[in-house]
């Protein structure tokens, strides 16, 4: 298994105290480091193609922001703030999915993993969301689609939240499956199950708070991964977000690390049916730093076996 990442994305510090500290990417890559991984350092993503995502006037706005971020901090919406560091780093958590789907569809090694910062999943085309600037999954998605000639790209996300702006470029593009477990009501408020894009390639799986093993695994079993089968895809994206763990401060299900060793078996037997392996998982949430690196590691373990 392919391992992008860069020490770039350790810089990127939104504000002392801030849940999405350099401190999460930190502990998971020290869960990984007896793993046997093929390390490439993640590139700084082409701003052309990050523009398929996110229009030219937002990726400047944005540029605008981080060289005025070189000497203060800016806040670009009340949770996501860049500080001395974010450019590169926002620009290299984009670019390790670019750059895994790349390797992966070469062929040789068949499953990638990003462990970046910050996240993406709440990035919407036109404006940063929840900690994330661009959204790196959405990204890797429409450059599989227009610089590989793919015709569908599968996104799965079980961070806790619901990865809204994902889900805006899915709803109405019919190449891509967007397919969520999130706990509701939480933050962003959006994915509920009547929410289906415009070919049924959005299928939300809102689960209530408490909801543990058997309810989210039921969920994956009758929603999320039917669903997959039903797609087909040429690629597996994966928004690996671990904030659905009993131990999250941010959130208020109840999965542990065994519930995401199972995602990570399901989800690479998916693969191996549809797309001869092809799946790229990219970190997303996770805000209590132990929970967060054994469930990492779970994951990329059952990846590995699977
Ligand atoms: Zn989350």
Redesign the pocket.
């Known amino acids: 298994m392919l391992l992008f990442t860069h020490p770039a994305m350790l810089g990127h510090d939104p504000s002392p105290g801030h849940p999405e500290s350099p401190a999460r990417l930190a502990s998971v890559l020290k869960a990984l480091e007896s793993y046997d991984l093929d390390r490439r350092q993640a590139p700084e993503a082409d701003r052309l193609v990050i523009e398929r995502v996110h229009p030219p006037g937002y990726v400047e706005a944005v540029n605008a922001a981080l060289r005025e971020s070189s000497h203060r901090r800016v806040q670009l919406d009340p949770d996501t703030a860049v500080g001395p560091g974010s450019s590169e780093a926002i620009y290299r958590a984009a670019g390790a999915g670019i750059a895994a789907v790349d390797a992966v569809l070469a062929g040789a090694d068949r499953r990638a993993f990003c462990a970046v910062r910050p ?1 993406g ?2 990035a919407e085309p036109l404006s940063a969301m ?1 900690f994330c600037v661009f959204n790196n999954v959405a990204i890797a998605a429409l450059h599989a689609l227009e610089a590989h000639g793919l015709s569908r790209v599968a996104i799965i996300d079980f ?3 619901h990865g809204n702006g994902s889900q805006t470029v899915a709803e109405k593009d019919a190449r891509v499956l967007f397919a969520s477990t ?1 706990q509701a009501p939480l ?1 962003p408020g959006t994915g509920k199950l009547h929410e289906t894009g415009i070919a049924g390639n959005v299928v939300n799986a809102p689960l209530p708070p408490g909801a543990g093993s058997a309810e989210w695994r039921a969920a994956m079993a009758r929603q999320v991964l039917p669903a997959l089968d039903a797609f087909a895809p040429d690629l597996i994206l994966v928004s690996a ?1 671990f ?1 659905a763990h009993k131990a999250d401060p ?2 208020q299900m109840a999965l542990d690390e065994a519930d995401f060793a199972w995602a990570g078996a399901q989800l690479a037997a998916a693969a191996s049916r549809h797309c001869e392996g092809a799946l790229v998982s990219t970190l ?4 209590d730093l132990p929970a967060l690196a054994r469930s990492a590691a779970a994951y990329l373990g059952a990846l590995q076996h699977g």
């Open positions: 996240p999943h709440h929840g961070d806790v939240h999130h933050y977000g904030d941010l959130a997303e949430g996770g805000y």
